[in-house]
């Protein structure tokens, strides 16, 4: 009885919770799904253990993980501290230490990621970003980007980084002044494709050389 229902309680927290498949899965909700298969499994093999202390032991932690998700949906300054942020491990074809340091990365274990993009050496990466989930996106230099620009004999290009300038209606600051623009040249682009607030951009990418990508909310 007490498997059955376990089975059920998770199905059901899973549905809740949302969709994450297990390879997107950030390291607290790593740790959340091991707790909640522990809750379960111990439960199940404790004879004093009822359905109610798994009830109540699984919903009040999936009640905990809702709120979580609550909170960083509707409270957009606390995404950072609760599901982290992407690092840039690599730019402009440098190692950055301080990032990797403080990411607690080593050069063995960047490599090794990069290889499972199917890049076996730096020399060939110009931005690489280790991202919440501990994967690593890649953009290589152009001439090693699929055709290669050297088979074909082209002089290579500068490789443009898109920047996010807005995410769900809020400017991202250090990405403006990276591109060493502020607010009132934003405020002009959006001016011209008749957007009144950037509150109503859902996304937008900034692309030297290109008009600025907007997606409406």
Same mark, same amino acid.
């Given at each position: 009885m007490e498997t059955i229902f376990g089975f059920f309680v998770l199905f059901v927290l899973t549905k809740?919770?949302?969709?994450?498949?297990?390879?997107?899965?950030? /390291?607290?909700?790593f740790i959340s799904a091991l707790i909640l298969g522990e809750l379960?499994?111990? /439960?199940?093999?404790?004879?004093?253990?009822?359905?109610?202390?798994? /009830?109540?032991?699984?919903?009040?932690?999936?009640?905990?993980?809702?709120?979580?998700?609550?909170?960083?949906?509707?409270f957009k300054g606390t995404r950072a501290l609760l599901e982290g942020r992407p690092s840039m491990v690599i730019s402009k074809g440098k190692l950055q230490?301080?990032?990797? /340091?403080?990411?607690?990365?080593?050069?063995n274990e960047l490599l090794h990621l990069l290889r499972m993009k199917d890049v076996f050496s730096v020399q060939e990466v110009d931005y690489a970003i280790l991202e919440t989930d501990g994967t690593v996106s890649v953009l290589k230099k152009t001439y090693f980007q699929s055709p290669n620009r050297l088979d074909l004999n082209l002089t290579p290009e500068q490789v443009i980084l898109p920047i996010t300038l807005i995410n769900d209606g809020e400017i991202i600051e250090d990405n403006l002044s990276e591109i060493e623009h502020d607010r009132k040249w934003l405020e002009e682009q959006l001016k011209m494709q008749n957007i009144k607030s950037h509150q109503d951009i859902f996304y937008a990418e900034y692309k030297k050389g290109e008009t600025l990508y907007i997606q409406m909310m």
């Amino acid at each position: 009885m007490e498997t059955i229902f376990g089975f059920f309680v998770l199905f059901v927290l899973t549905k809740l919770l949302g969709k994450t498949q297990i390879r997107q899965l950030t /390291a607290f909700d790593f740790i959340s799904a091991l707790i909640l298969g522990e809750l379960v499994g111990n /439960a199940l093999y404790d004879d004093e253990v009822g359905i109610r202390y798994i /009830a109540f032991a699984v919903f009040l932690w999936g009640g905990l993980l809702y709120l979580t998700e609550w909170v960083t949906q509707k409270f957009k300054g606390t995404r950072a501290l609760l599901e982290g942020r992407p690092s840039m491990v690599i730019s402009k074809g440098k190692l950055q230490r301080e990032v990797m /340091a403080k990411n607690k990365i080593d050069i063995n274990e960047l490599l090794h990621l990069l290889r499972m993009k199917d890049v076996f050496s730096v020399q060939e990466v110009d931005y690489a970003i280790l991202e919440t989930d501990g994967t690593v996106s890649v953009l290589k230099k152009t001439y090693f980007q699929s055709p290669n620009r050297l088979d074909l004999n082209l002089t290579p290009e500068q490789v443009i980084l898109p920047i996010t300038l807005i995410n769900d209606g809020e400017i991202i600051e250090d990405n403006l002044s990276e591109i060493e623009h502020d607010r009132k040249w934003l405020e002009e682009q959006l001016k011209m494709q008749n957007i009144k607030s950037h509150q109503d951009i859902f996304y937008a990418e900034y692309k030297k050389g290109e008009t600025l990508y907007i997606q409406m909310m």
